[in-house]
């Protein structure tokens, strides 16, 4: 279970650094360019993924295995 759970938290630790990045890229990118264009694209996307994920896996397992984990996971 551990190993699950250290892949989960390494992988929103990742998505929240690809936003990071993207961010930078979006803020060199030429306005108006087609670049730039699809980083808004992958801006608007990622997030919501990223969101799911949380929802499906680290919520419910906060909920599990932290004590008093519903205000946390709120």
Wanted: overall charge negative.
């Amino acid at each position: 279970m551990a190993g699950g759970r250290d892949n989960v938290i390494a992988e929103l630790v990742t998505d929240h650094r690809e936003v990071e990045e993207m961010s930078a890229r979006f803020d060199k990118a030429v306005p108006g360019s087609e670049d730039r264009k699809q980083i808004v694209h992958e801006l608007t996307i990622e997030p919501v993924r990223h969101s799911v994920a949380e929802e499906e896996h680290l919520y419910p397992a906060v909920r599990r295995h932290v004590p008093g984990g519903d205000a946390p996971a709120d």
